[in-house]
């Protein structure tokens, strides 16, 4: 059974500067994703990753995937207030478009 | 074009009553998915189609729950006898299902809100 988990689950930091979310996994995930969530909102897909070494960016945020490690980390350069959600990471342990396994999510408040 | 969507927004019921929520995905998406988040929680799978057929639905908690999706585009998730612990956020989410790998990115829906009293 396919376990995720998050780390740090809170975390506080100020603009401009630099953070990494953590993302560890238990078994073989074929693909790993990153969703944003807003209070009160869905989830907002931002990346999929899908083999070894993948890195993707897009703006502040870069995601990158680890397989031999079963490790994934979503890095935030110079934060800015909007990038203020909660950010799950989730895996899929069949192939295919199998359901996700989500962490629980690391909750993020960018502080002026 | 339009996304996923899902009715109600928001249902209030009372412990015991029989409920019935809404999911129309993505035009052209095959695989359409059922997930529950609790506050302060990640989505928890329950139950996955490909076309017309549960795929998988080993995430159903018990017998009260149980998913169709006759068509192969809206699927309904209906909660029998309801308990308090059902309250959450039902989401609903679609993908191409196929293709290349990158069709496996899930789209979520604006999810319902369910509420047991």
């Known amino acids: 059974e396919l376990k995720v988990e998050q780390n740090p689950l809170f975390l506080s930091m100020q603009e401009g500067k630099n953070y990494t979310i953590y993302c560890n996994y238990s078994?073989?995930?074929?693909?790993l994703y990153w969703y944003r969530q807003d209070p009160g909102k869905s989830l907002e897909s931002l990346f999929v990753?899908?083999?070894?070494?993948a890195v993707k960016q897009e703006g502040r945020l870069m995601a990158s995937l680890d397989t031999k490690a079963r490790l994934s980390t979503l890095h935030i350069t110079a934060a800015v207030h909007d990038l203020s959600a909660t950010y799950f990471c989730?895996?899929?342990?069949?192939?295919?478009?199998?359901?996700?396994?989500f962490g629980k999510g690391t909750h993020l408040i960018i502080q002026p | 074009g339009a996304g996923v969507s899902q009715t109600p927004s928001n249902k209030v019921t009372e412990k015991g009553k029989y409920v019935e929520l809404r999911c129309d995905p993505i035009?052209?998406?095959?695989?359409l998915y059922w997930y529950r988040q609790s506050l302060g929680q990640g989505p928890e799978f329950l139950i996955y189609?490909?076309?017309?057929?549960?795929?998988?639905d080993s995430g159903l908690p018990n017998d009260r729950f149980f998913a169709v999706r006759p068509e192969g585009s809206v699927s309904t998730l209906k909660i029998q006898r309801t308990e308090r612990g059902d309250s959450a956020v039902y989401l609903c989410?679609?993908?191409?299902?196929?293709?290349?790998?990158?069709?496996?990115?899930?789209?979520f829906g604006p999810g319902t809100r369910l509420t047991v009293l």
């Open positions: 035009s052209g998406h095959t695989a």
């Open positions: 989730a895996g899929a342990s069949g192939g295919g478009a199998d359901g996700l396994t």
């Open positions: 990753l899908l083999s070894n070494g």
């Open positions: 189609f490909q076309g017309t057929g549960a795929a998988d």
């Open positions: 989410a679609s993908s191409l299902g196929q293709g290349l790998a990158g069709g496996f990115e899930q789209f």
């Open positions: 078994t073989t995930s074929d693909r």
